[in-house]
């Protein structure tokens, strides 16, 4: 009786093995899949994304308390007055200001050496390396006990940004190449730039309250890690052996002549300046102006998430409707902005200075859900068909106005006042918003096929021209093509058999 309970029992394990083993091999096959790993790997971009605004904001409520408790100390230390003085103040929030745009100028000085790498190697590893370095820097946030440390922890995550964010933004380029795909798909990842950006404060501050300095970057950086795992268990980055025959993606010198794109970059520059510059100064001018209370300087940017969602997905909608009017979306979007901020310094209570703030962030939506999709086609129509570069000359552009923020915006407050920054921001939105109707020219060829044409007297070069020539093949029903150069846009309607018969097609 002993013998057959115990060959139950075995017999039982082995078909439980069994079943697992076939569970797991259809999970296996199921995120094989390429729908299914495009959504996955949307998901592991959009947490990163999430991830590295969550650190850009939720050191907003928590460092400037903390280094005024650590220049208590060491006055205490030192037997001189515990208290802070004006000059010491007045040091404290230089200290602040350069903490908070070290992170910027980073990124800026790294992204044209990563836009390159990620062109060189893909966009996985990158996505890869830029999560590890964001995990560290989190790290030591958490446990930095000085200021050194916490300048170096701040560096540190700009370097993890320059790798993360272009790579993970051209990554969801890469995988979603139709365009009204490609503009929803990076459309999601801006709304969780957004709420990243808007909920990091609050979250911060709470968990700082009530749980300590180092928790808000402990519950960080364990997502980070297992947003890490993630990904080597989908993508498994250093086992694609495909990665030696990728294209030769166009220099980042290159593209950044190019005028279209560097209209875009432009437009990107400037919409974001008035969130950059208000963050850093808006808290003192409505201490000032309103008497407002921590929790109420802390609060009025938490209700600009939901009009930046609205902007997103009203953005995606008209383009998918209507796609060459992507130039009049960024257009109406900076006109937007000039409005709101130029109603900023005419609120008197932070209930109604909060509209202002959602019109800005509302513009701020146009904008980037237009104009990002917007860089990956012109890459596709202009240039090779790799997206490194291109999105490192984006995040260039927000780097380039969150480094000026912090440093320039008190300077122009203290010598002009808050009233004059706020009409200048918005003029500066308004007159640019014409550069934009330079890409109406672009956008209407929009019309024609979208992806770059492959000379098909040649063979293709690489996997993405490879895939690209596989998917028009099998939606190719006598269209025409669009025949482009990186000094001319012309359109050439050629028949099935003329293109097929100009060179040989990938079987």
């Given at each position: 009786m002993e013998y057959d309970g115990s060959a139950v029992s075995a017999k039982s394990a082995t078909l439980k093995l069994s079943e697992m083993g076939e569970r797991t091999k259809q999970l296996g096959s199921a995120m094989q899949d390429p729908n299914r790993q495009r959504k996955l790997i949307l998901v592991i971009v959009c947490v990163a994304l999430l991830l590295d605004n969550m650190l850009y904001m939720v050191i907003v409520p928590i460092i400037p308390d903390y280094l005024v408790d650590l220049e208590t100390e060491q006055a205490a230390r030192t037997h001189a007055n515990s208290s802070v003085s004006r000059a010491n103040r007045d040091n404290l929030d230089i200290q602040i200001g350069v903490l908070f745009a070290s992170k910027a100028i980073l990124q800026l000085m790294v992204n044209p050496l990563s836009g390159t790498f990620i062109d060189r190697v893909g966009y996985d590893i990158p996505l890869l390396i830029g999560l590890l370095i964001m995990f560290v820097s989190t790290c030591i946030f958490a446990f930095a006990e000085n200021y050194g440390t916490l300048f170096a922890a701040r560096s540190l995550q700009g370097l993890g940004s320059a790798f993360a964010d272009t790579s993970g933004i051209a990554m969801i380029a890469d995988r979603y190449t139709e365009e009204a795909e490609r503009s929803r798909a990076l459309g999601v990842a801006l709304a969780f730039i957004s709420f990243g950006s808007l909920v990091a404060p609050p979250f911060g501050g709470v968990?700082?309250?009530?749980?300590?300095?180092?928790?808000?970057?402990?519950v960080l950086a364990s997502v980070c890690l297992a947003d890490g795992v993630l990904l080597l268990t989908v993508i498994r980055p250093f086992s694609n052996g495909a990665r030696a025959n990728m294209p030769v993606g166009t220099p980042i010198y290159r593209l950044m002549t190019d005028p279209y794109i560097a209209v875009v970059a432009g437009a990107l520059t400037v919409c974001n300046i008035p969130l950059a510059f208000l963050?850093?100064?808006?808290?003192?001018?409505?201490?000032?102006?309103?008497?407002?209370?921590?929790?109420?300087?802390?609060?009025?940017?938490?209700?600009?998430?939901?009009?930046?969602?609205?902007?997103?997905?009203?953005?995606?909608?008209?383009?998918?409707?209507?796609?060459?009017?992507?130039?009049?979306?960024?257009?109406?979007?900076?006109?937007?902005?000039?409005?709101?901020?130029?109603?900023?310094?005419?609120?008197?209570?932070?209930?109604?200075?909060?509209?202002?703030?959602?019109?800005?962030?509302?513009?701020?939506?146009?904008?980037?859900?237009?104009?990002?999709?917007?860089?990956?086609?012109?890459?596709?129509?202009?240039?090779?068909?790799?997206?490194?570069?291109?999105?490192?000359?984006?995040?260039?552009?927000?780097?380039?106005?969150?480094?000026?923020?912090?440093?320039?915006?008190?300077?122009?407050?203290?010598?002009?006042?808050?009233?004059?920054?706020?009409?200048?921001?918005?003029?500066?939105?308004?007159?640019?918003?014409?550069?934009?109707?330079?890409?109406?020219?672009?956008?209407?060829?929009k019309k024609s096929c979208s992806e770059r044409n492959v000379l098909l007297e040649e063979e293709p070069k690489g996997l993405y021209d490879s895939i690209r020539m596989q998917e028009r093949r099998l939606r190719r029903k006598g269209l025409c093509t669009t025949t482009v150069n990186e000094n001319e846009l012309s359109e050439t309607p050629r028949s099935l058999s003329e293109e097929e018969s100009s060179g040989p097609e990938l079987t």
């Open positions: 968990l700082y309250e009530f749980a300590g300095k180092r928790v808000p970057f402990i963050e850093p100064t808006i808290s003192s001018w409505m201490e000032s102006t309103m008497n407002a209370s921590k929790w109420e300087m802390g609060l009025i940017w938490l209700p600009a998430f939901f009009p930046h969602v609205l902007g997103v997905y009203v953005t995606v909608r008209l383009a998918a409707r209507y796609p060459e009017l992507q130039w009049f979306y960024g257009a109406l979007g900076m006109v937007i902005i000039g409005g709101s901020s130029c109603t900023v310094p005419a609120c008197r209570t932070p209930g109604q200075l909060m509209l202002p703030l959602c019109g800005v962030c509302f513009g701020i939506a146009l904008v980037d859900t237009a104009l990002l999709p917007t860089l990956a086609f012109l890459v596709d129509v202009r240039h090779v068909s790799v997206y490194g570069s291109v999105y490192a000359i984006a995040d260039i552009s927000y780097s380039l106005a969150y480094a000026l923020g912090p440093v320039v915006a008190g300077q122009i407050v203290h010598n002009l006042g808050f009233v004059q920054l706020n009409l200048g921001m918005g003029l500066v939105n308004v007159l640019y918003a014409p550069a934009l109707l330079l890409l109406r020219c672009v956008c209407q060829m």
